[in-house]
């Protein structure tokens, strides 16, 4: 399996303001996703970041609200902008391992509220 | 089209099996998974299955794929109250190869002592 740290784990923030969420991977991984889930709802899947190149964004989600970093194989950022209370969810990283990278494997989330 | 359904809640009774039940619409899908989620954490991958097989068991879990009918099941056998959490079905499509999934929207599944 993969050890998947994410900071902050919870976070009350005010709108209009903005929040990055950090992802760190214990070894070296060559895609990197980020997921929202809100309340009560299943995953949806936000961008995926591939090191060394811009994110790939899902329908309905754009770079300037959700803008991404991906600096080196082990970590990446999601940051949420401007925010308002539509986007308190909790947003997880995640990433590929196992043969083929059939394996997914998350991390514990940041549970994010805006007020 | 993407969806992934499933029910939405399931309560049984500790020591009894129990069966969460998922259908998919996409038949290309490779890989079907399935996740827990207990209450305030992320996501632990349980088991997948690849789509050429029609079951795979890993100790008290048993999953059965029925391709024709696009339909997955996971089977607890000998349910624990720690066994109490979301369970989340996903297909799995392919994009620049490498995995996107595509979720359910999560069984609750109540274990009842």
């Known amino acids: 399996s993969a050890v998947i740290s994410q900071k902050p784990s919870r976070d009350i923030c005010q709108r209009g303001t903005s929040l990055t969420i950090q992802c760190q991977v214990d070894?070296?991984?060559?895609?990197m996703f980020w997921y929202r889930q809100q309340p009560g709802q299943s995953l949806t899947l936000i961008a995926t970041?591939?090191?060394?190149?811009?994110?790939?964004?899902e329908s309905g989600f754009v770079i300037d609200k959700f803008p991404i970093s991906r600096p080196n194989l082990t970590f990446s950022t999601l940051t949420v902008s401007n925010m308002s209370p539509e986007d308190s969810s909790i947003y997880l990283c995640s990433v590929e391992r196992g043969v083929r990278n059939t394996e997914a494997f998350f991390g514990q989330g940041t549970r994010l509220t805006v007020v | 089209g993407e969806d992934v359904e499933q029910s939405l809640f399931l309560s049984v009774r500790e020591g009894d099996s129990s069966v969460i039940n998922c259908t998919y619409t996409d038949s290309s899908s490779t890989y079907l998974y399935w996740y827990k989620q207990e209450p305030g954490a992320g996501l632990q991958l349980l088991t997948y299955?690849?789509?050429?097989?029609d079951m795979k068991q890993d100790q008290r879990l048993t999953v059965l794929l029925n391709k024709k009918d696009k339909h997955l099941s996971l089977r607890i056998a000998d349910t624990q109250t720690g066994d109490s959490a979301i369970y989340f079905c996903a297909e799995s499509q392919v994009v620049d190869s490498s995995y996107k999934l595509i979720f359910g929207s999560g069984t609750r599944l109540l274990v009842r002592p």
């Open positions: 070894s070296q991984v060559t895609m």
């Open positions: 299955i690849f789509s050429n097989m």
């Open positions: 970041a591939n090191q060394g190149s811009e994110a790939t964004y």
